[in-house]
T-cell receptor
Framework: DQQVKQNSPSLSVQEGRISILNCDYT??????FLWYKKYPAEGPTFLIS?????DKNEDGRFTVFLNKSAKHLSLHIVPSQPGDSAVYFC?????????????FGTGTRLTVIP | NAGVMQNPRHLVRRRGQEARLRCSPM?????VYWYRQLPEEGLKFMVY????????ESGMPKERFSAEFPKEGPSILRIQQVVRGDSAAYFC??????????????FGNGTRLTVT
């Protein structure tokens, strides 16, 4: 049972434009959300997070939006750069306990075209 | 090197053999997690360890799989009598605190296990 879903396996965007990666979840108890980025042959690296007390969190070119009523979050990257080409994983948790309670999506492969 | 170290990077085993995957967490991190990633799938939690203790092994198959994190040395994920379905990328991650939100995970580069 996939509680965190990333329905777009891939996304291609022109350099300089906005990339929007989407994530949906089914468990209404989820309150903490994280995005990880993964390059080929490397492990995922933490990118940005948000908790349900906020609907937006920004860090440089990266912004995460949370719509709790729709059980949906999105990651915006603007402007997109070729180095952003990677697989992006969304993850969600109901509490602040261990990562054993963190559920990952299947990932979206972003390709930024120079 | 302060990152999470996993070895080997690639491991090829024949059906029925044993696979041992090693993970050294980041310095100062006492929480270790193992994840498995099958092709076209996300990361699936397997086991959570904290020095010498298994905290949660609910994601790990009951048969053939075991994990340890001894007082000295790396964490080991052991798969006995491997089958083709065990072929996957296995990632280890560590964190300083228990909260995955306040203390995001640091991942190693993974071990890609191929069972022939």
């Amino acid at each position: 049972d996939q509680q965190v879903k990333q329905n777009s396996p891939s996304l291609s965007v022109q350099e300089g434009r906005i990339s929007i990666l989407n994530c949906d979840y089914t468990n209404s108890m989820f309150d903490y959300f994280l995005w990880y980025k993964k390059y080929p042959a490397e492990g995922p690296t933490f990118l940005i997070s948000i908790s349900s007390i906020k609907d937006k969190n920004e860090d440089g070119r990266f912004t995460v939006f949370l719509n709790k009523s729709a059980k949906h979050l999105s990651l915006h990257i603007v402007p997109s750069q070729p180095g952003d080409s990677a697989v992006y994983f969304c993850a969600a948790s109901a509490d602040q306990t261990g990562a054993n309670n963190l559920f990952f999506g299947t990932g979206t492969r972003l390709t930024v075209i120079p | 090197n302060a990152g999470v170290m996993q070895n080997p990077r690639h491991l090829v085993r024949r059906r029925g053999q044993e696979a041992r995957l090693r993970c050294s967490p980041m310095k100062g991190h006492s929480h270790v997690y193992w994840y498995r990633q099958l092709p076209e799938e996300g990361l699936k939690f397997m086991v959570y360890l904290q020095k010498e203790n298994i905290i949660d092994e609910s994601g790990m198959p009951k048969e053939r799989f075991s994990a340890e994190f001894p007082k000295e040395g790396p964490s080991i994920l052991r798969i006995q009598q491997v089958v083709r379905g065990d072929s996957a990328a296995y990632f280890c991650a560590s964190s300083q605190d228990r909260s995955a939100y306040n203390s995001p995970l640091h991942f190693g580069n993974g071990t890609r296990l191929t069972v022939t």
